[in-house]
Nanobody, 121 residues
């Protein structure tokens, strides 16, 4: 059964950068879709970015477009986060494998435990 594990979170000042990683472990095939979500305390979970198995099709939320870049190598996914803002503070979650539908935000089969990103003013 698939398991996702995130890493790379931390605390930075506004304008700084972080690079998150996610490994889709315990999965024996190239997952069709991987995604980053985030959730701040008291807020709803929101999609950040998605990437298809080919690596050629990606989506980025408007709130991070131009600052965050998603990429992947097989079943390892990355999120390069530049020019971080305090509003980016959240727990970031990795998800993979769409049961159906396009490689966009929505339902995923497997989720990680999250990695904390904190951006100070």
């Amino acid at each position: 059964q698939g398991e996702a594990k995130e890493s790379g979170g931390g605390s930075v000042q506004a304008g700084g950068s972080l690079r998150l990683s996610c490994v889709a472990s315990g999965y024996h095939y190239t997952t069709n879709c991987m995604a980053w979500f985030r959730q701040a305390p008291g807020k709803e979970r929101e999609g950040v970015a998605t990437i298809h198995s080919s690596g050629g099709y990606t989506t980025h939320a408007d709130s991070v477009k131009g600052r965050f870049t998603i990429s992947r190598e097989a079943n390892t996914m990355y999120l390069q986060m530049d020019n971080l803002e305090p509003e980016d503070t959240a727990m970031y979650f990795c998800a993979f494998e769409k049961p159906w539908g396009r490689c966009e935000f929505g339902e995923f089969l497997y989720w990680g435990q999250g990695t904390q990103v904190t951006v100070s003013s």
